[in-house]
């Protein structure tokens, strides 16, 4: 069974720069979740799907993030402008129903510098 | 206070040591719990569930306690494969219910 997919691996970008994340979860997972974490820290969920609609966006900085899974499979994260602490590891994950005991995938990762 | 705290660490600790790690989690609501484990620039993955009856698997123990709001990962026998952060998951109600993670406990063990 194919894994989470993301892309870019790595990305370098200048301040006030956008930039943008893919991901492909696993095939029959519903839910989506997009995290960032920063070096030293656990991942802090950014924003959470449950096939295209959006369950929970709460710590999403909506002034420069955006995402989106428009047909409710592959997703979209994007930010615009970059600012230096946006600096980090954007981590997607999927589970299959979204359930509190679900399992999370992750994929590898995107790892965003902001000089 | 954080709503799920844990000892960064380091631990080091000979191989064939025990060790043990406890983590804190300040909803009583909280619904879930996990122990995921991320190796040095590597995803998290998960590395067992934690019931409330706590569970076994292999060298790796996992316990809950409700009432003091703390969950532990105990592991036997370590091996220098066993080296890693260990990340400690809480569903808990955070507006909706979500996965708060812990910072993670980083484990060195020593040849």
């Known amino acids: 069974e194919a894994g989470v997919a993301q892309s870019p691996r790595y990305k370098i970008i200048e301040k006030r720069q956008s930039v943008a994340f893919w991901c492909n979860p696993i095939s029959g997972h519903a839910t989506l979740y997009w995290y960032q974490q920063i070096l030293g820290q656990g991942p802090k969920l950014l924003i959470q799907?449950?096939?295209?609609?959006?369950?929970?966006d709460s710590q999403l900085p909506k002034d420069r993030f955006s995402a989106e899974r428009l047909k409710g499979v592959d997703s979209t994260l994007k930010i615009q402008p970059a600012k230096l602490e946006d600096s980090a590891v954007y981590l997607c994950?999927?589970?299959?129903?979204?359930?509190?005991?679900?399992?999370?995938?992750f994929g590898p990762g995107t790892r965003l510098t902001v000089l | 206070r954080k709503e799920v705290e844990q000892d960064p660490g380091p631990f080091n600790v000979p191989e064939g040591a025990t060790v043990a790690f406890n983590c804190t989690y300040s909803n009583s609501a909280s619904q879930s719990f996990f122990w995921y484990r991320q190796d040095c620039r590597k995803e998290p993955k998960l590395l067992m569930s934690?019931?409330?009856s706590g569970n076994e698997d292999g060298r790796f123990t996992a316990q809950l306690n409700r009432a003091s709001q703390y969950i532990s990962l105990l592991i036997r026998d370590s091996k220098l494969s066993d080296s890693a952060t260990y990340l400690c998951?809480?569903?808990?109600?955070?507006?909706?219910?979500?996965?708060?993670f812990g910072t993670g406990t980083r484990l060195k063990v020593l040849a």
């Open positions: 994950a999927s589970s299959l129903a979204g359930g509190p005991a679900d399992t999370q995938y």
């Open positions: 799907f449950q096939n295209n609609g959006v369950v929970d």
């Open positions: 934690v019931y409330s």
């Open positions: 998951v809480v569903n808990s109600p955070s507006g909706t219910y979500k996965y708060i």
